[in-house]
């Protein structure tokens, strides 16, 4: 058997380009980004997904995979996925976001530890926070969903040398204020009843001035935290739910995927 140039480039375009966008998306996506998850399992997941979809994916552009073209079209590959991952990072991000608004309101800034998803130093509220949203994450087949809409995309938007449009930039912009927005919503409940509570200590310091508000205040404000924390545990996971489901439906809107 032989096999010319022309044969072999096919080849590697038929592989590479839908391993490209695939990667990218798993390198940046919640969960499989996650350093405690093995590069080695990283990489067999990403060659087990280009290889069930290849016989589904429509025909790759004519263009020399080492060519000028084709390097283009590789870049469009990981904007692409990368763009996808970012937007569900985005969603962990708020609840980070919020963790860290609520720890320092209830006194528990101090406690901190090593998030294993982005290896730095975040409040125990926060990683808390993030261990729950992974959960429901996991729960809600959110990682089936984010595979499936990378599967999809190679139909909506296929390889090519043109990509997302300069109005899915301008949205993906746009929507990063809802990192803020969604971590004041997690955090405002909690950051709302310890303004009442710090205010309450205050009057009860003008009231007793003899008695030593920091040896009492603290403690009570980190029972009422974790009390606070409990309480609002649905409010997280509505926020959670609905800012992931926003999440998908701007991933859906910039692939131009329909359901």
């Known amino acids: 058997m032989i096999i ?40 067999v997941l990403m060659l087990l997904i280009t290889w069930t979809i290849i016989p589904t994916l429509p025909p790759m552009p004519p263009a020399d995979v080492l060519s000028h073209t084709g390097f283009m079209i590789m870049l469009q590959q990981i904007v692409i996925g990368v763009i996808m991952g970012f ?14 608004v609520v720890a320092y309101s209830t006194g528990l800034g101090f406690a901190s530890m090593v998030d294993p998803q982005n290896g730095v130093q975040v409040p125990v509220v926060a990683q808390f926070y993030l261990i729950l949203a992974t959960l429901l994450f996991l729960l809600s087949n959110g990682h089936l969903l984010a595979i499936e809409l990378v599967a999809d995309s190679f139909h909506t938007l296929p390889v090519a040398m043109d990509g997302i449009s300069r109005n899915g930039f301008l949205d993906i912009v746009a929507w990063g204020s809802r990192l803020f927005a969604g971590g004041l919503l997690i955090a405002l409940p909690i950051v709302g009843a310890m ?20 040896s009492v205040g603290f403690p009570i404000t980190m029972l009422l935290g974790f009390a606070l ?19 998908f439906q701007l991933i859906m ?7």
């Open 4 to 43: 010319n140039e022309a044969q072999f480039n096919a080849w590697m375009a038929a592989y590479l380009w839908p391993m490209v966008r695939i990667g990218a998306m798993l390198l940046a996506a919640p969960l499989f980004s996650s350093r405690q998850v093995p590069v080695r399992f990283r990489i």
């Open 229 to 247: 924390m409990w309480v609002t545990l649905p409010n997280l996971f509505n926020v959670f739910n609905e800012f992931l489901d926003e999440s």
């Open 195 to 214: 303004l009442m509570v710090n205010m309450g200590m205050g009057v009860v310091m003008r009231a007793a001035p003899q008695l030593n508000i920091f």
């Open 87 to 100: 937007l569900l990072q985005m969603v962990f991000g708020a609840l980070v976001f919020g963790g860290q």
């Open 253 to 259: 809107q910039t692939l131009r995927v329909t359901r």
